[in-house]
């Protein structure tokens, strides 16, 4: 089945702190791991995105990392701040197309970030 | 600004009726996609247009259509609304049609239907 299954739902922590959000899927056609990252009243946008020909990705302060024989990936935030106070979504695919050419997002993580 | 544009950005309209949501591409992309965003469903992928062309469908009811017209606009179609389909609408485009193509979303367009 075509799901993306993000934990946990919402997050808290606080300023400095290392929030983590996982994802879990289930299709093996999925080769392409996005990250969207939306602030209210505005469209997702792209993040940081991760393949499965490496285990760990890193820009600026955001870190993906990659299980390929869990069928997992993380988001990790590091020295979070408020402003990284938003809703972030995985998603996966595949990356050149086919019958799984599209983006699957999980539902979502709100984080908020306390000063 | 993520290049894309969506008009209107809010529309309230009544159980039955049909609206029409539209959406401006980035300028060189080629691809258009169609979300729906609702609190319980998260992001839904409804459909994909390539160059004109239907490229892929989700989970969009038979009630909504969309096209992309030459100059690469596109037009989401929703008739005999019903309550459960107040969300927000996001368009996305892309420069390639693949899986992999990075997409720049719309600021989205809310829907109302009372």
């Known amino acids: 089945q075509q799901q993306v299954k993000q934990s946990p739902q919402s997050l808290i922590v606080q300023k400095g702190g290392i929030p983590i959000i996982n994802c879990a899927y289930e299709n093996t056609a999925f080769d392409y791991f996005p990250w969207y990252q939306q602030f209210p009243g505005k469209g997702p946008a792209l993040l940081i995105a991760i393949r499965p020909d490496v285990s760990e990705k890193k820009e600026g302060r955001f870190t993906i990392s990659f299980n390929k024989s869990a069928k997992q990936f993380s988001l990790h935030i590091m020295d979070s701040q408020p402003g990284d106070s938003a809703t972030y979504f995985c998603a996966a695919s595949s990356y050149y197309g086919g019958s799984q050419g599209n983006l699957i997002f999980g539902k979502g993580t709100k984080l908020s970030v306390k000063p | 600004d993520s290049g894309v544009t969506q008009t209107p950005k809010h529309l309230i309209t009544a159980t039955g009726q049909r609206v029409t949501l539209r959406c401006s591409p980035r300028s060189g992309d080629l691809s258009v996609y169609w979300y729906q965003q609702s609190l319980d469903q998260g992001l839904q992928f409804l459909i994909q247009y390539y160059n004109g062309e239907e490229r892929a469908k989700g989970n969009i009811l038979e009630r909504f259509s969309a096209q992309q017209f030459p100059d690469l606009h596109s037009e989401l179609n929703l008739s005999s609304l019903e309550l459960g389909d107040s969300a927000l609408y996001f368009c996305?485009?892309?420069?390639?049609?693949?899986?992999?193509?990075?997409?720049?979303f719309g600021p989205g367009t809310r829907l109302t239907v009372t």
């Open positions: 996305a485009s892309s420069v390639g049609g693949t899986g992999g193509s990075v997409q720049y």
